[in-house]
């Protein structure tokens, strides 16, 4: 599976590492949710961090779709409120 | 954000539909590509000049607020209470607007860094996209034209619609700094932080302390004249005297001359 961070880059994930993301993602909605900012940045810049941690990074001259994409580092919950899938931001 | 990487691709499919010869769409999309990287580029020394200028403004308030310590410190000496409080009481004002620049300053950095790394990243997947391009066109069949061309944009119009809101957000945000730069820059120019290059008119503090400093050394010109003209008899000891009582008197007004320039 290959992800997108926006702004960034796209790393590439086996099913197990997708798993443990998707914890992270189900925080990042609740968080949303909440409507508490600090909360919410908290939240996404953890699962940021999972990605870019537990990733490998596709070459840059590599030229692939992502599956998924997630909103840039700095986004606010307004930025990211109308990306949001019924999932989530990580399907399934 | 699925939703904008697909409406681009619907785009770069529509594009592809139309052309005569699909292969032209390939040379279309590599035009694009080649100036959406010019637009990085660009945003990267937008964001870099605002940069520079952030950087001269925090340096203009530094001398600025130094130049307020050393007034502060001034009255102080002369027993103006008054005017120290006034001077520490801009200085810390200015220090509002120094933290502000800070901040600023660091977010500015950030964004160089990343649109520096996303350009990069374009470039290296623009020339595979060149490869792809000319491989492609050097074997193609018209029998396989739509689906392996097709193909050939897998990757790029993703990475291109990324990098394109990448510079869009910077410049939005050069934008909103750059308009709070120009309110500084008008601070400083209206004199509400007065100009430390020497241009404009001293400011209030720094004249009463001119006109205090000059008071003293017309005083002390005067003193040294009436004792010349009561002592005249003996004009050797008084001299000597005159000299003693000047020296001293010299000094507060040089200070402030070597503190403003």
Known sequence: MIIRIMGEG??????????RLNELD????????????????????????A???????????????????????????????????DDGLIPG | MK?????????????????????ETLDYSYQKQLELLQKVRRGVADVATSRKRLELQMNQLQQQSDKLQGQA????????????????TRRSGLHEQQTGLQQQHAALQAEEEKLTTASQRLQAKVESFRTRKESLKATYTAAEAQTKIG??????????????????RAEDKTASMQARAGAIDELIASGALEDVSGTTPQDDIALELDRMSSGSEVEGELA???????????PKEISGEAVGAEAPTETPEQKPEGEQS
């Open chain 2, 151 to 168: 193909e050939a944009f897998s990757g790029i119009s993703e990475e291109m619609s990324d990098v394109g809101l990448a510079v869009q």
């Open chain 2, 3 to 23: 939703r904008m990487g697909m409406v681009f691709r619907a785009k770069a499919n529509k594009a592809l539909d139309r052309a005569e010869d699909p292969r």
């Open chain 2, 73 to 88: 410190q001034k009255a102080l000496e002369m027993n103006r209470e008054d005017l120290a409080r006034e001077a520490l």
């Open chain 2, 224 to 234: 040294a004249m009436k004792a010349q003209l009561s002592g005249s008899g003996t």
């Open chain 1, 10 to 19: 796209q790393w590439t994930f086996d099913d197990t590492g997708v798993e």
């Open chain 1, 26 to 49: 189900a925080k990042v909605e609740s968080a949303v949710d909440s409507g508490d900012d600090a909360t919410f940045a908290a939240a996404l810049s953890e699962l940021l961090d």
């Open chain 1, 51 to 85: 990605v870019r941690a537990e990733g490998t990074p596709v070459p840059a001259e590599e030229l692939v779709d992502s599956d998924l994409i997630l909103p840039p580092s700095d986004s606010t919950i307004d930025d990211v409120q109308h990306l949001l899938a």
